[in-house]
């Protein structure tokens, strides 16, 4: 047993140096096609697009006849797609008019922006059409929520509070239970997340008094 727990770490060390070398190359091959200071733009635009279209922009929340509805707007996300689309046609049209790279090289960064650029952009667009229809509401002292073919209500009367989990909400029952709402992957974004837990918190604790 000791042998195989041996030779079982021998192979996993090898395996993780030669993964190291990989990535090491990876990104080396990566600086020489595309160059730094054009990587090091790209992304910072991106992770700029990120937080402001993906993460901040765009209230969830419509009250009409005491009725809060929680339903994440999809359009400055679809802003955050239609800016990482451009980073990738930019890089793409730049090694399609660069003349010294070789065969391969060329195509060593076109696979590199299909899998870290076109297949995680057409995930996310897939997600964000798929859970466009759900919602989190607060109505006449009752709280429902659609999680795609997933629809659970509560009394709000039954739930002793509320607080961020997992980049969701977790409902703490009075029956000694609880409950997970998954915001994220509804399409929550940061700001809507937060703002969800605090009205709600404070209608529970208004509840209390």
């Not at 090091?40 to 809060?68: P, Q």
């Not at 391969?104 to 297949?119: N, P, Q, R, T």
Request: aromatic content about 12%; hydrophobic content about 45%; overall charge neutral.
């Amino acid at each position: 047993m000791k042998k195989l727990n041996s030779t079982t770490t021998i192979i996993l060390s090898v395996l993780l140096i030669f993964t190291g070398i990989g990535f090491v190359y990876l990104v080396y091959e990566i600086w020489t096609i595309f160059g730094f200071w054009r990587l090091t733009l790209t992304g910072v635009i991106e992770v700029l697009a990120s937080i402001i279209f993906l993460h901040l922009l765009g209230s969830a929340k419509n009250e009409s006849n005491e009725v809060v509805i929680y339903n994440p707007k999809e359009w400055p996300k679809l802003l955050g797609i239609v800016v990482f689309i451009g980073v990738a046609y930019y890089l793409y049209d730049y090694i399609e008019k660069k003349e010294d790279l070789s065969e391969l090289e060329y195509y060593y960064g076109l696979s590199y922006l299909i899998i870290l650029s076109l297949v995680p952009t057409l995930i996310f667009l897939y997600k964000l059409i798929r859970d466009s229809r759900d919602y989190v509401k607060i109505n006449n002292g009752v709280l429902s929520y659609k999680d795609n073919r997933v629809s659970e209500e509560f009394n709000l009367s039954d739930i002793e509070s509320c607080e961020s989990e997992n980049n969701g909400v977790l409902l703490n029952l009075k029956d000694k239970t609880t409950h997970f709402i998954p915001l994220k992957r509804m399409n929550f974004n940061v700001r809507d997340r937060l703002n969800l837990i605090s009205e709600l918190d404070d209608i529970i604790k208004q509840k209390k008094k």
